[in-house]
């Protein structure tokens, strides 16, 4: 089975800084795109930011110059260093990656169970 577990959440104050990490682990014979999605309370899950792996990087409009997606293929882990934080980012941030077990298996996309970020003074 392959799992993808989101650290680093928290409470922290508007305009301070969060690092999130998410490591894949289990059978995996490549990792492609990789990516961040978050979803408010009474929202709908939305896309924040997502890299490839080669290294090309995306973003949702609000997360452009204040977030930063990076990827350690050696570690199978993404993060996302979110800075000058809004209230408006609290949100359960999730990963997710398009993962091939096998030369003979499709890419299929596995989801991390989130990890929590408050914004709040």
């Known amino acids: 089975q392959v799992q993808l577990v989101e650290s680093g959440g928290g409470l922290v104050q508007p305009g301070g800084s969060l690092r999130l990490s998410c490591t894949a682990s289990g059978i995996i014979f490549s990792i492609n795109d990789m990516g961040w999605y978050r979803q408010a309370p009474g929202k709908e899950r939305e896309w924040v930011a997502t890299i490839t792996n080669g290294g090309s990087t995306n973003y949702e409009p609000s997360a452009k110059g204040r977030f930063t997606i990076s990827r350690d293929n050696a570690k199978k882990t993404v993060y996302l260093q979110m800075d000058s934080l809004k209230p408006e980012d609290t949100a359960v941030y999730y990963c997710?990656?398009?993962?091939?077990?096998?030369?003979?298996?499709?890419?299929?996309?596995?989801w991390g169970k989130g990890t929590l970020v408050t914004v709040s003074s």
């Open positions: 997710d990656a398009n993962i091939r077990r096998g030369i003979m298996y499709a890419d299929m996309r596995y």
